[in-house]
C-alpha cells in the first residue's frame, strides 16, 4: 500500500475493537474492502458485560452526533447520565445535574445490546470481512493498528453484578479506594459494575477493590447477586506520529485515551475512523493531520489536568470537588476543565521534556504491529 491507493484496494485491520471497527466502517464507506484480524474468537473479548461511560463532555455537541457524522450508528444501549452523586475522602457526598447529558452509559463485551456487538453488527452489514482467532503480527502491505494496549499506565478491579438497587451513578476520590484515581458504582435497571480505578500501587489492587465496596455498601446500602469479579489496564502515552510508513495507529494502541481519568471509547472511534478515512483516501499523512486537529489538543490538556491530580492527594480532591457549583451545571465545569488552553499545552511539553510523561515509541523500520522483531535495537547497536 503505497501512495495512492487503487480502487479495489483492501484495507487491513488488526483488532476488532471500536477502533478497529470504527475504521473499517470508514472505509467502507469510502468505497474501499476492509478486512479487520481479531484475536479472540469474538468482539468485546476484553470485557464482561461491564458499564463503562461515553463521555458527551470535551465538545459542546452531543458526541452521538459526531459519531453519526462519522457513520457510526448509535445502535447500542445508550442510557444518558444527568445525574451523579461524588464522595470524597471523609465519605461527604454531592449531588450534580447536567441539562445534556454527561455522558452516556453503555455496555462492553459480546452481550446483546452492547458497544462491541452493535458495531460488529453495523460492519457485519456494510460489507466489512472480519477473521476471528486470527492475531495480527505484521501488516506488510500497510493498514490500521487498533490492537488496544500493550502497556498498563493505569488499571481497573471490579466486580459485575446483579441487583434490585435502585438505578444510580456514584463515584469517589479517595487515596484510600483508588490511589491517584476514582472509584465508581454504576446502577442500572438491575445491573450494577462497582470499581476501582488505579493510577499507582497496581500491587495491591485487591485490598482497594475491598474497600470501595465496604466503602459504597456503607455510604448507599450495596446489594450484589451473582458477583462476577473483572478487571483490564490502560495505556495513555502517546507517540510522535502514530504512524510508520503505511501503518497507522488508531484507538488506545496509539495511547489515544484520556489521561485524566481513561475515558478511551469516545477517541478510540475518533481516530478509528480518522485512519480508516485516510488510508481509504491513500494519504496516510492526512491521518497524522487529523488526529494532531481533532485529538492532540485534548490529549495534552488531559495529560496536564493529571500531572496536577497526581499530586492533589485526599485534600486536594475534596477541595476540588468544592469548587465545583452547587447549582450549576457539572457537564459545563468538566467542559471547561478538559479544554485545550495554551499554558496546558506548554506545561505538557515542559513536563515531557522532563520525561515525566512518557511517549511511545514505535520503530519507523519494521511491519510489526507491535514491535517483535528487534531491528531497531540491532540498528542501534544494542
Ligand atoms: C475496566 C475498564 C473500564 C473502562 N471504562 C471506560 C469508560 O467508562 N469510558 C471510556 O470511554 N473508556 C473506558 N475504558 C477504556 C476503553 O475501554 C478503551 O479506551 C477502548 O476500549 C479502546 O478501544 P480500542 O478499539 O482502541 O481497543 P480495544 O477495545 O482494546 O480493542 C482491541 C481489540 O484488538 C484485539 N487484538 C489485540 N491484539 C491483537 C492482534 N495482535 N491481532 C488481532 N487482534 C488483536 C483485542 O482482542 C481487542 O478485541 C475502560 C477500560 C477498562 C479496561
Request: glycine share 10%; net charge positive; charged share 25%.
Amino acid at each position: 500500500m503505497t501512495g495512492r491507493m487503487s480502487s479495489n484496494a483492501v484495507i487491513e485491520i488488526s483488532g476488532a475493537g471500536p477502533a478497529g471497527l470504527a475504521a473499517a466502517l470508514a472505509a467502507r464507506a469510502a468505497g474501499q474492502h476492509a478486512l479487520v484480524y481479531e484475536k479472540r474468537g469474538d468482539v468485546g473479548g476484553r470485557f464482561h458485560g461491564d458499564f463503562q461511560g461515553l463521555e458527551n463532555w470535551t465538545t459542546r455537541d452531543d458526541v452521538l452526533d459526531e459519531l453519526a457524522s462519522l457513520g457510526i450508528d448509535a445502535g447500542f444501549e445508550h442510557i444518558p447520565i444527568h445525574d451523579i452523586v461524588c464522595f470524597d475522602y471523609k465519605g461527604t457526598g454531592k449531588s450534580f445535574r447536567s441539562r445534556q447529558p454527561l455522558f452516556y452509559l453503555v455496555r462492553r463485551g459480546a452481550q446483546p445490546g452492547s458497544l462491541d456487538l452493535a458495531l460488529k453488527q453495523q460492519a457485519l452489514e456494510k460489507g466489512v470481512e472480519i477473521r476471528f482467532n486470527t492475531p495480527a503480527s505484521r501488516l506488510p502491505d500497510g493498514g490500521v493498528v487498533t490492537e488496544g494496549p500493550h502497556r498498563a499506565d493505569a488499571i481497573a478491579a471490579g466486580y459485575l453484578f446483579d441487583t434490585d438497587m435502585a438505578d444510580g451513578i456514584y463515584a469517589a476520590v479517595s487515596d484510600y479506594l483508588a490511589p491517584k484515581g476514582y472509584a465508581y458504582l454504576l446502577i442500572n435497571q438491575g445491573r450494577g459494575t462497582l470499581a476501582t480505578c488505579l493510577f499507582d500501587d497496581f500491587h495491591n489492587e485487591r485490598q482497594y477493590l475491598e474497600r470501595c465496596a465496604a466503602f459504597f455498601d456503607d455510604k448507599i446500602g450495596v446489594r450484589m447477586d451473582n458477583p462476577r469479579r473483572f478487571g483490564g489496564s490502560g495505556n495513555f502515552s502517546l507517540p510522535r506520529l502514530a504512524r510508520k510508513g503505511n501503518i497507522l495507529y488508531a484507538g488506545e494502541a496509539a495511547g489515544f485515551q484520556d489521561p485524566l481519568f481513561g475515558f478511551g471509547i469516545r477517541w478510540a472511534l475518533l481516530s478509528g475512523a480518522a485512519a480508516g478515512q485516510a488510508l481509504a483516501k491513500g494519504d496516510p499523512r492526512r491521518y497524522v493531520r487529523l488526529w494532531k486537529r481533532r485529538l492532540r489538543p485534548y490529549h495534552q490538556a488531559a495529560a496536564t489536568n493529571r500531572w496536577f491530580y497526581d499530586r492533589l492527594g485526599n485534600r486536594g480532591y475534596s477541595l476540588t470537588l468544592r469548587r465545583f457549583p452547587k447549582e450549576g451545571d457539572v457537564r459545563d465545569w468538566v467542559h471547561r476543565a478538559y479544554a485545550p488552553r495554551l499554558w496546558k499545552r506548554a506545561w505538557y511539553h515542559l513536563v515531557v521534556s522532563r520525561r515525566e510523561i512518557p511517549l511511545l515509541n514505535l520503530h519507523e523500520d519494521c511491519d510489526c504491529t507491535w514491535c517483535r522483531c528487534k531491528r531497531h535495537m540491532q540498528a542501534a547497536g544494542n
